[in-house]
């Protein structure tokens, strides 16, 4: 690739990349830092956050807010001091190779193989534990993987050639961790959950911009030529679907869970009041997925009465047998959102990251059939959801909803949203919206609980 200079592809210093004119905008701008103003201030809010994170104990709420701040501000201090041209490489070329670099790592066991020494290993050491499928890898083509990896700060380099694995690449040899990569990237040539996002913005361009994705044709269908939604897809080109539901658990893992302490008041709002008779449900996990939130639920609440049941398609049922918990009381079954809920009068129906997948008007039918089944002034129903806040709405959140819009023409909603939602289309009441620990103004996660009317 070469450089064509500081007028740009289009023959003029305002190419904008389409051809069009932006006269106001002057090329110099590329040489100045993204926002040198704002350097001093984030300088000492990080010296600050450092400094209390240094002072709280390790992994306790203060510690995990300091943390995550002192993460914002280091990445806010990064873009700033940044000249435009530089995060625009860095974006384009570091950053999209550095995808791929982490996926084919993860595929050939390369970061297997680095991870099963705790001391610095050559290329040709890595190589030689390679597994089977990958025993034949291009060595100078490892050795420039390896290189990237290092220079994105993936892993260390301690001498020519040689790397020790960082704490982040060991992880990505988890299946829970790893599995994201490869259903952002495959199966195969596909382009995975990747190819919707590339092809988002020709969308938007081609519906003229006037209306956000919507409806059974979207940016995913038309990406990958399909009428399938992202589920059935995936499950329709395995491993896809195992994949992303090992994501889930990725993404699941280490976050704090609704019936924390300091969130939702399990015993006063559920096991209290619970009519304690044969075959009466407590929770009922609707697309709960391979059960990692129903069995945090059972083994943390191991003396409450009732059943605890998990719903979810016949794949994912028969994908979490693999992985269930030995022992466990929690009841995994088939079942189908879009049809009658089976177990009636439970204490709890619970949702975890299921209405943000669907349109209103499918959520609203996706609740009918819960409704149908719920006892008034006993039952109640949980939504597990990001809120998302007016302003100050975090990177995870917001990536969240635009993957959404993506993926599966759907979206993060905020309070206002969920209100219509729930309340004026579904018909449920609000009790509450109990918003998980330093989230509440990030718009991550909170519960909201609903009753019928
Ligand atoms: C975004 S995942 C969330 C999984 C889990 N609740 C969690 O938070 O990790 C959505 C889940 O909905 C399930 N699902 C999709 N369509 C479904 C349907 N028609 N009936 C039941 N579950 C469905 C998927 O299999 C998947 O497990």
Redesign the pocket.
């Known amino acids: 690739m070469t450089g064509t200079g500081a007028n740009g592809p289009n023959g003029g210093a305002n190419g904008n990349g389409n051809g069009t004119a932006s006269p106001t905008i002057h090329p110099s701008i590329i040489l100045h830092p993204n926002d040198l103003a704002s350097v001093p201030s984030l300088i000492k809010e990080i010296l600050s956050k450092g400094s209390l994170l240094s002072s709280s104990p390790y992994n306790d709420h203060e510690y995990e807010t300091a943390r995550l701040s002192l993460v914002q501000a280091a990445h806010r201090l990064v873009i700033s001091l940044e000249k435009p041209r530089e995060t625009m490489i860095r974006q384009t070329w570091a950053n999209t190779a550095g995808f791929s670099v982490l996926t084919i790592g993860i595929e050939a066991g390369i970061w297997a193989s680095l991870a099963s020494s705790s001391s610095p290993q050559t290329v040709s050491q890595i190589h030689t534990r390679l597994p089977s499928h990958a025993a034949n890898f291009h060595k100078g083509y490892l050795s420039r993987i390896l290189k990237h990896a290092a220079a994105m700060g993936y892993i260390t380099e301690t001498g020519p050639d040689t790397y020790l694995a960082s704490n982040f690449i060991k992880s990505l040899t988890i299946p829970i961790m790893g599995s994201g990569y490869s259903v952002f990237s495959g199966p195969g040539r596909t382009g995975g959950a990747r190819l919707p996002m590339l092809a988002l913005p020709a969308w938007l361009q081609e519906n003229g911009y006037e209306k956000e994705p919507e409806g059974p044709m979207g940016p995913f269908q038309h990406a990958h030529d399909t009428k399938l939604n992202m ?1 059935e897809w995936f499950h329709a080109n395995p491993p896809a ?1 195992e994949w ?2 090992l994501h ?2 990725g ?2 893992f280490g976050r704090p869970n609704w019936f924390d302490d300091e969130i939702y008041p399990v015993r006063e709002r559920l096991i209290d009041g619970f009519k304690d008779r044969e075959g009466e449900a407590l929770l009922v ?6 059960g ?2 129903i069995e945090a639920f059972a083994s943390r609440f191991p003396d409450a009465k009732g059943r605890l049941v998990l ?3 016949e794949h ?1 049922i028969e994908q979490g047998l693999q992985t269930k918990v030995e022992g466990s009381r929690v009841e995994r079954t088939v ?4 049809t009658e809920q089976p177990v009636k009068g439970a204490r709890a129906y619970y ?4 209405l ?2 669907w349109s209103d008007d499918i959520c609203v039918k996706i609740i009918a059939n819960i409704k149908e089944a719920m006892k008034p002034g006993y039952s109640r129903l949980l939504i ?1 959801e990001g809120v998302i806040p007016d302003t100050g709405a975090s990177w995870e959140a917001t990536g969240l909803d635009m993957i959404l819009s993506g993926l599966l023409s759907s979206r993060e909603r905020t309070r206002a949203e969920w209100t219509r939602l729930l309340e004026e289309k579904a018909g449920l009441k609000i009790n509450k919206i109990y918003h998980y620990l330093g989230d509440a103004s990030r718009g991550t996660t909170s519960l909201i609980e609903c009753e019928l009317v």
Not at 335 to 338: G, I, K, R
């Open positions: 589920f679907g992303f539901n889930m658990g993404y699941a996990d609707i697309g709960g997925g391979l990692h939130d719903q979810d398609l994912v079942y189908d959102f879009h949702m975890h990251s299921i943000h997948d597990d």
